[in-house]
């Protein structure tokens, strides 16, 4: 099969006031949770892979497991490419198959940002590949990408929808004042930005960060016109909180059995999906497909 079309996803969303879950998958495990929970919920899904993890499986194993959880789902899931400045690993995703795959030119100058942002989204769309652009500072470091810094690149809302107008971009993730990672302080939210920004472009609006915000900030998040939310964190401390207790119990009982540490860890995951499907108000929908 094809995987389902980010923007398509994206789109739909937007129009019907929710916004889909993108979860940061790991392995065939949390692959697998995620879609289930995504499935049992009536939810579109987009699985995302983060650099790291494209790297250490391979593009041709993940993909492989992500189509064969799709396959087994009657919803519509896509496979997205996280937070990637790196352009071989995106022109490797694309020949693989992925949805959708995320150009971030944070780094970069905004002259540099625009051109290659330019570049990528020629090459994707050539592949019938959506591009989300990322080229304002996200705050915090993700799989070892990002800053910490708020300060780097922060544009003007025309002019950051003007870039994403020009270079033809699918999906925009613009600064809002969220952060990857754990919180250590409370965050400035901007949702009046991104009601600007949607009174300005009907291109959706991505948020990143979304581990820790209460079920009312996403709410105003969404209502305001976000309509893809990033989950990372939530997922890692359930994968790995799970594990770690499993692992405590066989130390108690002397029984060493790795499928029920594999289960306990899919329950988890399956979990915190489902929490986030309810909160995002993905549950039930009848997304597109394509």
């Known amino acids: 099969m094809t995987f389902a079309s980010t923007k398509l996803l994206a789109r739909e969303a937007r129009a019907n006031g929710y916004a889909i879950p ?12 995620v879609v289930r929970a995504a499935d049992r919920a009536g939810s579109p899904i987009i699985l995302q892979t983060s650099v790291k993890t494209v790297k250490y499986f391979g593009a041709e194993v993940l993909a492989g497991l992500a189509r064969a959880a799709a396959d087994a789902a009657d919803v519509p899931v896509a496979l997205h490419l996280d937070h990637c400045p790196d352009r071989a690993v995106i022109t490797e995703t694309i020949a693989h198959g992925w949805s959708s795959v995320l150009f971030d030119a944070s780094d970069r100058p905004f002259d540099v940002a625009r051109q290659e942002t330019a570049e990528v989204v020629e090459e994707a769309h050539a592949a019938g590949v959506d591009v989300e652009s990322e080229i304002e500072n996200i705050v915090g470091v993700e799989d070892g990408v990002g800053s910490d810094d708020p300060n780097v690149h922060f544009y003007p809302d025309e002019q950051l929808v003007a870039v994403a107008e020009e270079t033809g971009t699918d999906l925009i993730a613009p600064a809002l004042g969220t952060a990857h ?16 920004l949607a009174a300005l472009t009907d291109i959706p609006i ?16 969404i209502d305001a016109g976000v309509s893809k939310i990033n989950i990372s964190t939530a997922l890692k401390l359930a994968y790995m909180y799970a594990a770690r207790d499993h692992l405590a119990d066989a130390e108690r009982s002397g029984k060493w059995e790795p499928v029920r540490l594999f289960d306990q860890i899919g329950a988890a995951v399956e979990d915190v999906v489902t929490e986030h499907i309810a909160l995002f108000r993905s549950g039930s929908r009848q997304a597109v497909s394509a």
């Open 22 to 33: 993108a979860v940061n998958i790991v392995d065939g495990i949390s692959i697998a949770a």
């Open 181 to 196: 990672g754990l919180y250590k302080a409370s965050p400035v939210l901007l949702f009046d930005r991104v009601s600007a």
């Open 206 to 221: 991505v948020l990143h960060g979304g581990t820790g915000l209460s079920g009312e900030e996403f709410a105003r998040f």
